[in-house]
T-cell receptor, first 114, second 110 residues
């Protein structure tokens, strides 16, 4: 089955710097890759996603890139702010006849230092 | 628009007591439904998923069970809780590519 790895597990950056989180997946049939942000004590919320027919997607300060050949995708946050501090999860999804399978990475705890 | 409701938000239960967490989705039909558990500071562990009424798949063998009595209702249950069942339980739904999470239920087993 699908396996998703995520690095680093923790990341500290200075306010204003960029942060990059990388994920790899194992199943080449995965075709959808969402990213979630989870603040302490709250539910994960979708922040950006990318489908397998697209190489890059950007939404203001966040962007995601996908390399299907290498089976890895990355989240880029520019001009980081203290409110970006949270745990970020990547996921890979495959649609089957019997439903949709989401496999999540273990998460990255991002700390933005003022 | 679609919404997902999950309750109770928090509960403290003694070891050996039963559990029932409920989740309902509004604004969509025939969604895929999921139960995840998140231990403190850890990742998302898929417990159960359902593609339709009465259709439940279990990902992790344990003392928990799930039921889907109606199209948009998903229930997580246990007959006897263990200390290791403590955690943050998240219901989620999808009807396309994206998965959306409920607000979660904090369970502490004492």
């Amino acid at each position: 089955g699908e396996n998703v790895e995520q690095h680093p597990s923790t990341l500290s950056v200075q306010e204003g710097d960029s942060a990059v989180i990388k994920c790899t997946y194992s199943d080449s049939a995965s075709n959808y890759f969402p990213w979630y942000k989870q603040e302490l004590g709250k539910r994960p919320q979708l922040i950006i996603d990318i489908r397998s027919n697209v190489g890059e997607k950007k939404d203001q300060r966040i962007a995601v890139t996908l390399n299907k050949t290498a089976k890895h995708f990355s989240l880029h946050i520019t001009e980081t702010q203290p409110e970006d501090s949270a745990v970020y999860f990547c996921a890979a999804s495959i649609s089957h006849n019997y439903g949709q399978n989401f496999v999540f990475g273990p998460g990255t705890r991002l700390s933005v230092l003022p | 628009s679609q919404t997902i409701h999950q309750w109770p938000a928090t509960l403290v239960q003694p070891v050996g007591s039963p559990l029932s967490l409920e989740c309902t989705v509004e604004g969509t039909s025939n969604p895929n439904l999921y139960w995840y558990r998140q231990a403190a500071g850890r990742g998302l562990q898929l417990l159960f998923y359902s593609v339709g009424i009465g259709q439940i798949s279990s990902e992790v063998p344990q003392n928990l069970s799930a039921s889907r009595p109606q199209d948009r209702q998903f229930i997580l249950s246990s007959k006897k809780l263990l200390l290791s069942d403590s955690g943050f339980y998240l219901c989620a739904w999808s009807s396309g590519d994206t998965i959306y999470f409920g607000e979660g239920s904090w369970l502490t087993v004492v």
